[in-house]
């Protein structure tokens, strides 16, 4: 069994997190990191969870955590760039649910985020975890930068065409919504609950730190720098991200052969699944699920593609994708403790 430590156990994305593993057939969760919950039973903080899993939360230190095979940091960014050095040297593999360790260059997390980086010399190791782009990288790593919810569901939607070279790299637009668990647990006037429903609204216009991600694998991707139009926005439900993104082509292609584009890329991915032609994806057909779906739509007057991805914000765009990224790291079957369907309701 793989001993599993989750650091920031009791945050919207460690509960995912602390539920996905307790229903994983390879895994023991040994320890329930939470600062402000620490020698209260999960069961009474959560109580789905009774019946089910009755730990003790505890103060997440490196000694307690030691003992496991690997550790889920899903702490505020900025906090676990303060704990990973000594949780890998403590032996232990780490995936990080924050973005203090997605980056290539220390210079541009530092302007997006605003802060020094303590640890810099550990992103020349570290792995992007998008487990659909860098798998080959994921299986030897031992530090993960686990990628959030809208980065995952935009480099995804983008990634096809900027691979095979037909989307002009200028003028990308992403237009995408999040719901309201995007935001984490605590409060803050935004999420309460009579400012957010009955309400939609963009927030970071051009600012949002999640654009230096996107750029950066996009970049890769392409071969080239891309800089791009990010504008996120929060709406009224609870799980789920919908990503629009607007590519003009540099050359004319039909429908048909838009559509094979995006079925080849992802031909044999479990977790991504690309509509028929002609179908859009909606964000209930992917709450609760690992799953991220994708449709792909020609604007023939503009020679635009316009394709829509969605996925649930704290599954694959953040605890089902930490849970991927561990099994590939283990030498365990991807799908394994994920392949079940959405809520839908």
Known sequence: MIKAAVLGATGYAGIELVRLLSNHPEVSVELLGSKSFAGQKISDIYQNFRHILESECAEADVEAAAKCDIAFTALPHGASKTVIPAL???????????????YDDVKVYEKWYNEPHSSPELLSESVY??????????????????????????????????????????????????GVTGAG?????????????ENSKAYKVA????????????????GKPIMLSF???????????????????NKKITADELQKIYEDY????????VMPKGELPETKHVAGSNFVDIGVVL????????????LDNIVKGAAGQ????????????????????????
């Not at 504008?231 to 082509?249: A, C, F």
């Not at 561990?326 to 369907?341: C, P, Q, S, V, W």
């Open 88 to 102: 890998l040297d403590a032996g232990l593999k780490v995936i990080d649910l924050s973005g203090d360790y997605r």
């Open 231 to 249: 504008t996120p926005h929060l709406i009224p439900q609870k799980r789920g991200i919908l990503s629009t993104i607007y590519m003009n082509l």
């Open 266 to 273: 992802f031909d044999g991915e479990f977790f991504v699944r």
């Open 299 to 310: 604007d023939e007057r503009l020679n635009r593609a316009v394709a829509v991805s969605a």
């Open 207 to 222: 600012t949002h730190r999640h654009t230096s991600e996107i750029e950066q694998e996009l970049s890769n991707i392409a």
């Open 129 to 178: 975890g998008l487990c659909e782009l860098h798998r080959d990288k994921i299986k030897s790593a031992r530090l993960i930068g686990n990628p959030g919810c809208y980065t995952t569901c935009s480099i995804l939607g983008a990634a096809p065409l900027l691979a095979v070279g037909v989307a002009d790299d200028k003028n990308i637009i992403i237009d995408a919504k999040s």
């Open 322 to 345: 930490a849970v991927q990224n561990m099994n590939i790291l283990f030498g365990l079957d991807e799908k394994t403790g994920l392949d079940f369907a959405g809520y839908y309701l």
């Open 185 to 197: 647990r605590s409060l803050s006037m935004q999420t309460h609950f009579c400012e957010c429903t």
